[in-house]
C-alpha cells in the first residue's frame, strides 16, 4: 500500500455533464499518473504530473485534463463526458529516485457514462 | 515508440502445476525495465516481479520467475506450484531507461486472464 487513494471509486454520469476524479497520496512522492483501462487495450497513460503545476499529456489525453496545485492530489476532469470515456481509471505514483521507479497504483475508479 | 504483445488472451493451469506466460515487446533501446503486475478481481494493481535489461539473471520472487531473452526481446513469466489466489489478469510493462516525465511511463501489453482450477 503506497498511501494512494481515489474517489469516487464509483460514479456513473451522464454524456456531456462534467467530472472530476481525484488522487491522493500521502507520502509526497514527485511523480504522478493517471492511466485508463479498457477490455483489449490494457492500461494507457492519459496525462501524468512531475511535480506542482508541472504536467503533461499522455497517449490518450484527447478529452482530459488534469490539474496539482498540490503534491499529494493529481485531479482529472473530462470537461463533457462521452460515452467513449466509459472506463476504469487508475491512478500512480513514482518516487523518481530509483532505478527502477517502479510504479504503485491506487485502487481505481469505475466511470460509467449513459 | 515501444510495444509491448501479450498472444495469449487466457491461459489455465491447475492448482499445484506450473504455468508461463508469454510477453513480448519491441524497442530500440539497449537497456530498460520489465515489469509484471497482477491483476486480481479486486481490480487493484500489484507488482509481482521487475527486471532491468542490463542484468543477466533471471529475477526471482518466491514462487514467480522470469525468463528473459534480451535478444529475443522476451520476457515471461513462469508462475511455480500455482495456488487459487494466483488467479488473476497479468499484464506485462515497459519502461524506457531514461529519467524524466513521460519517461517514466510504463507501456502496458493487453494483459493475460489466468484461470487456476482446483
Known amino acids: 500500500d503506497a498511501g494512494i487513494t481515489q474517489s469516487p471509486r464509483h460514479k456513473v454520469t451522464e454524456t456531456g455533464t462534467p467530472v472530476t476524479l481525484r488522487c491522493h497520496q500521502t507520502?509526497?512522492?514527485?511523480?504522478m499518473y493517471w492511466y485508463r483501462q479498457d477490455p483489449g487495450h490494457g492500461l494507457r497513460l492519459i496525462h501524468y504530473s512531475y511535480g506542482v503545476k508541472d504536467t503533461d499529456k499522455g497517449e490518450v489525453s484527447d478529452g482530459y485534463s488534469v490539474s496539482r496545485s498540490k503534491t499529494e492530489d493529481f485531479l482529472l476532469t473530462l470537461e463533457s463526458a462521452t460515452s467513449s470515456q466509459t472506463s476504469v481509471y487508475f491512478c500512480?505514483?513514482?518516487?523518481?529516485?530509483?532505478?527502477?521507479?517502479?510504479?504503485?497504483f491506487g485502487p481505481g475508479t469505475r466511470l460509467t457514462v449513459l | 515508440a515501444q510495444t509491448v504483445t501479450q498472444s495469449q488472451p487466457e491461459m489455465s493451469v491447475q492448482e499445484a502445476e506450473t504455468v508461463t506466460l508469454s510477453c513480448t515487446y519491441d524497442t530500440s533501446e539497449s537497456d530498460y525495465y520489465l515489469f509484471w503486475y497482477k491483476q486480481p478481481p479486486s481490480r487493484q494493481m500489484i507488482l509481482v516481479i521487475r527486471q532491468e535489461a542490463y542484468k543477466q539473471q533471471n529475477a526471482t520472487e518466491n514462487r514467480f520467475s522470469v525468463n528473459f531473452q534480451k535478444a529475443a526481446k522476451s520476457f515471461s513469466l513462469k508462475i511455480s506450484d500455482s495456488q487459487l489466489g494466483d488467479a488473476a489478469m497479468y499484464f506485462c510493462?515497459?519502461?524506457?531507461?531514461?529519467?524524466?516525465?513521460?519517461?517514466?511511463?510504463?507501456?502496458f501489453g493487453k494483459g493475460t486472464l489466468l484461470t487456476v482450477n482446483p
Open positions: 510493462a515497459y519502461r524506457s531507461p531514461r529519467s524524466g516525465g513521460s519517461n517514466y511511463k510504463l507501456t
Open positions: 500512480a505514483i513514482s518516487t523518481g529516485y530509483q532505478s527502477y521507479n517502479e510504479q504503485f
Open positions: 507520502e509526497n512522492h514527485r511523480y
